[in-house]
T-cell receptor, first 113, second 108 residues
């Protein structure tokens, strides 16, 4: 089976812009979770989608949003980018959710200038 | 306040040594995960535990639910084990919390 893929791998944006990141899960996985990794805060949970519904959400402002399509592919959107949004954004897919084994994608490295 | 605490933060070992990384958590959990991250960012799930002990090759993970503590052991460590090891928990409140990671370097 193909692994989790994320596009794009690298992205450079300026403050105030918005960005959309994409995640394609392993075939058959219905849960997609998103995480942010920064040197200062480490890994933090953003949200989880299951069967097109947001099931869980971490402690992030409303500028961070996402959605999941019927084929389980997921997108994450960040609006009004801030310098502090520069991070590695990882998605992970699983069969049933956070209590199942997570399969991580390679990540999207976002730099906000 | 960190829901997941890991120790040590950094660890250097000689090839062949037995290694232990510890993880304590303060929330109710449905599962505990041990993850491995290599330079460049890729994360691999090593174990998912809700009780007892699991073994995979030279890696062993244990969890004590009453004490809210888990350990990851690496037997006969090898330079290719050099990576960051991260403990994470799926909480009963449907959140996912990460430890800050343990950076392991195994010297030949």
């Amino acid at each position: 089976k193909a692994g989790v893929t994320q596009t794009p791998r690298y992205l450079i944006k300026t403050r105030g812009q918005q960005v959309t990141l994409s995640c394609s899960p392993i075939s058959g996985h219905r849960s997609v979770s998103w995480y942010q990794q920064t040197p200062g805060q480490g890994l933090q949970f953003l949200f989880e989608y299951f069967s097109e519904t947001q099931r869980n959400k971490g402690n992030f402002p409303g500028r961070f949003s996402g959605r999941q399509f019927s084929n389980s592919r997921s997108e994450m959107n960040v609006s009004t980018l801030e310098l502090g949004d520069s991070a590695l954004y990882l998605c992970a897919s699983s069969l049933g959710g956070n209590s199942d084994t997570q399969y991580f994608g390679p990540g999207t490295r976002l730099t906000v200038l | 306040k960190n829901e997941v605490e890991q120790s040590p933060q950094n660890l250097t070992a000689q090839e062949g040594e037995f290694i232990t990384i510890n993880c304590s958590y303060s929330v109710g959990i449905s599962a505990l995960h041990w993850l491995q991250q290599h330079p460049g960012g890729g994360i691999v799930s090593l174990f998912m535990l809700s009780s007892g002990k699991k073994k995979h090759g030279r890696l062993i993970a244990t969890i004590n639910i009453q004490e809210k503590h888990s350990s990851l052991h690496i037997t006969a460590s090898h330079p290719r084990d050099s990576a960051v090891y991260i403990c994470a928990v799926s909480s009963t409140g449907n959140q996912f919390y990460f430890g800050t990671g343990t950076s392991l370097t195994v010297i030949p």
